[in-house]
């Protein structure tokens, strides 16, 4: 029996202290995942008891232990040292014989399992990893596509020896481990054959938000180290595990990245550049980048075994455990396979009630963008790297801005104000580093070190959504701290306006009733970009306009329509997810004319008016020959949305509907389009509208209350205009009239009713009107939503007494 190897179906992960966090989550996949249909490539631990026995028998122990005397880890300098000498010392050394006869039978056994071709993953797993507080991600090596015995032993002593790298010498430090307790145990396991097809990391948790109805997927062609270096822009994909696992199969969310590099295998075997040798990086073939990386149906099954293993470590460790995964595609075989699975360490210290909610307070020129990591704002003087070996200028609380940070510069990240990389996503080294630092980061964007300037001050904004942005200047922002669990909630349901996806998981976490508004408008100007009937009509485009909306619509194999009914519903989806299952409501576009010209191909459809406000507008537009088709794709969409994604929470709400007939227009159209049995509500903002209020409420299921357009249309003012804005005043008392028939009139018809302009925002007093005419909720924008929850907490409190 093997004295100092250990295979996957011998161990699982009480087994740490023997082989590490990689291998024993290794061993608890391969053993209980694999019956339930994940597949885990087969292999084996070279165990911490065989590092030991390495270190005595080349008396390495005691030399380790005089370096580390009186060491102190914040002096770049000796760490550098201790760390090269320590290196050396372990690569000197021999592998004792009994060792290395263990090692190479099971390199013989994975051949007679998988063939003489087999190549091999060789792979470091400490005996601290992936421990509940600390992920180890990226502190110490891999090897790839090891062949021969002489390689696979050359391999073990890269791994045994990365064990005292710079950067996993100070993040043992960090985190509270002594390096020399830290023993290292290593796996050896079939290659995925993913150089020739796709790979990439996944949770079953968005990463920034800690959202956890989410599985979050990133995926790039070839070898995942990429993807782990931050060396390319990942194609990224969501999927809602609620309505994952009420049998919905749909992708939540996709976003197309560049994908500029993908590592395939070498055919050197030299060891001149001992951790590259086995791999190398090429352009990616332009077709490769325009398409993703993985198909639907992969996604999904992504999507399943994430479902799978989060259960199962959840089920075993006693609560709540999100997951952070690798997996990897064969493109020989075609096969995925998981070949890891840790518990995220970010989010998943127990239940949270008390948040942060950082706010810009002041806005400035944006000199740059990336991906956003983290939900934080910093500040600071720039301080730009390309080497660590330019760590000593570095100064506490600086931006590090560099080309790309690699776990190696965890002893500067954790100095820094924020982080700046040019590559990366959101699931790089880097950026699981910054978010264990609790900094914020921006990765990917592109030619920062060129943009921002040596000692310039900047702010770095995660606090916006997706989209990190680096702003000119120190600018002034707030924290606010909120503990949920200690705010009274009032009787009248406090509900939150939406548009941008962005923006969704974050905000998931705070304490609403639902969506009072989903605008649709943000996500057809900024993720779709074309005007709605140029998908129906792409021949009356000029040559260009057609181009650029085959380009967009490429990584759906050029189906046009697909495309928008994809990304329309896709959007809408994501904003309905951060509610579920609570409602939704999701305005149909409101574009005014020049508006919709604006878009990609917009001139061609539109009139000129000359008060588009009061022109071809909201219900019109929808039975109107000129924008009929482009209605059908928006209610195709929503269709979609609602009975294939699982979104039932999702009520429509048409916008501007000036008359009776063209609301029931509107409501045969929708019910031509299949969506006659969906709940469905009515904007309350022409005046006509509170008029007939009856009637209106025979055809539609409730109404909501748009205060700016019904003040504009009852007071007779431009709301647009400058010189006559003073005249325009939600509080007149004429408006406020209107508003009390509506509700009046939907409490006559037992129909819902709500409000979601922004006056009850602005005015404490206006808040209180409506609690007291009884309105059923109130939609505010999200910087509004905690201060009046308290305040009409107060105001119901106030008329009970």
């Known amino acids: 029996m093997a004295r100092y190897i250990k295979w996957f179906r011998e161990i699982g992960i009480d087994d740490v202290a023997e082989v590490g966090g990689k291998n024993a989550s290794l061993g608890e996949l391969y053993n209980n995942l694999t019956p339930l249909g994940v597949v885990v490539p087969n292999g084996f631990a070279v165990t911490a008891e065989a590092y030991r026995y390495y270190l005595d028998a080349n008396g390495i122990w005691e030399p380790l232990k005089e370096l580390f005397r009186n060491f102190n880890p914040d002096n770049i300098e000796e760490l550098q040292k201790v760390g090269a000498e320590a290196r050396r010392l372990i690569m000197e050394g021999e592998v004792p014989g009994d060792l290395k006869e263990e090692i190479l039978e099971g390199y013989r056994e994975l051949r007679r399992e998988y063939g003489e071709e087999l190549s091999l993953a060789v792979r470091s797993s400490a005996t601290a990893e ?36 710079d950067r996993s010498i100070s993040y043992k430090y960090t985190h509270g481990f002594d390096p020399l307790k830290v023993y290292l145990s290593v796996v050896i396991m079939k290659m995925v054959r993913s150089d020739l097809g796709s790979s990439g990391v996944m949770f079953s948790i968005d990463t920034e938000s800690g959202f956890q109805d989410v599985v979050f997927i990133n995926s790039i062609w070839g070898l995942g180290e990429n993807l782990v270096q931050g060396a390319v822009d990942p194609d990224t994909f969501y999927l809602h595990k609620p309505t994952f696992r009420e049998g919905y199969r749909a992708v939540l969310r996709r976003s197309l990245g560049s994908k500029e590099l993908m590592m395939v295998l070498s055919d050197g075997m030299e060891r001149s550049n001992l951790a590259q040798e086995f791999t190398k990086n090429v352009r990616t073939p332009i077709e490769k980048r325009l398409k993703f990386s993985i198909t639907d149906d992969e996604v999904l099954q992504l999507g399943q075994w994430a479902l799978l293993v989060e259960e199962h470590y959840s089920r075993v460790r006693g609560r709540y455990t999100p997951m952070d995964m ?122 920062a070190t060129r943009i921002l300037k040596e000692g310039q001050a900047v702010t770095v904004s995660c606090a916006e959504g997706e989209i990190g942005k680096v702003y000119e200047g120190i600018l002034k922002y707030e924290v606010e701290r909120v503990d949920i669990s200690q705010l009274r909630r009032p009787k009248t349901k406090i509900m939150m306006n939406l548009g941008n996806p962005e923006l969704a998981f974050s905000l998931a976490k705070l304490p609403v009733d639902g969506i009072g508004l989903a605008r649709m408008e943000f996500i057809i100007s900024n993720y779709i970009k074309a005007h709605p009937m140029a998908f129906r009509h792409p021949e009356i485009l000029s040559e260009t306009e057609r181009a650029l909306l085959e380009e967009l619509s490429f990584p759906f194999d050029g189906d046009l329509e697909e495309f928008f009914i994809k ?190 302009g922004q006056a009850p925002s602005d005015y404490p007093e206006y808040a209180r009107f409506l609690v007291e005419i009884g309105i059923e909720s109130i939609s505010l924008n999200p910087d509004s939503v905690l201060k009046t929850i308290k305040y009409i907490a107060e105001v119901e409190d106030d008329r009970r007494d």
């Not at 390309?386 to 790309?404: I, N, W, Y």
């Open 130 to 165: 992936d421990s509940p507080t600390a992920s180890f991600a990226g502190q110490n090596e891999s090897y790839l596509n090891i062949r021969g015995e002489e390689n696979l032993l050359w391999a073990y002593k890269m791994c045994l020896a990365s064990n005292f790298t």
């Open 326 to 447: 690798e997996w990897a595609k064969d493109g020989i075989d075609g096969r995925l396979y998981m070949v890891q699975a840790r518990p995220e360490t970010v989010h998943s210290k127990g239940e949270v009630t008390e948040f942060e909610i950082y706010r810009l307070l002041e806005r400035g020129k944006v000199l740059l963008t990336g991906n956003a990591v983290g939900e934080k704002i910093g500040a600071g003087r720039v301080s730009i790297m390309h080497s660590m070996a330019e760590a000593d200028k570095f100064r506490e609380g600086d931006v590090l801005v560099a080309p790309t940070t690699s776990p190696d510069w965890e002893p500067v990240m954790k100095r820094a104000s924020a982080i700046v990389t040019e590559t990366g996503g959101r699931t790089c080294h880097a950026a699981i580093v910054s978010r264990e630092l609790g900094k914020p980061a921006v990765v990917g964007a592109k030619n």
């Open 567 to 756: 990304t329309l519903s896709e959007g809408v989806a994501t904003i309905a997810s951060s509610v579920y299952p609570k409602k939704c409501i999701v305005r149909m576009s409101d574009f005014k004319s020049n508006e919709y010209a604006n878009l990609l191909g917009g001139r061609h459809f539109e009139p000129i008016e000359e008060n588009p406000m009061l022109g071809f507008r909201g219900a019109a537009r929808y039975t109107h020959p000129n924008y009929a088709e482009g209605f059908e794709l928006e209610c195709r969409a929503m269709k979609r949305a609602i009975e294939e994604m699982g979104f039932t929470n999702i009520v429509l709400m048409i916008p501007f509907c000036r008359r009776v007939e063209e609301a029931r227009r509107v409501k045969e159209a929708l019910a031509r389009h299949g969506l006659g049995g969906v709940e469905l509500y009515m904007m309350c903002e022409v005046p006509n509208n509170v008029i007939l209020v009856d009637r209106f409420l025979e055809i539609y299921d409730g109404i909501s209350i748009g205060t700016n357009d019904l003040t504009q249309l009852t007071l007779g003012v431009d709301r647009d205009s400058e010189i006559i804005a003073f005249e325009y005043d939600e509080r007149d008392q004429g408006v406020m009239k209107m508003v009390q028939m509506a509700v009046e009139g939907a409490k006559r018809k037992g129909k819902y009713s709500g409000v979601c």
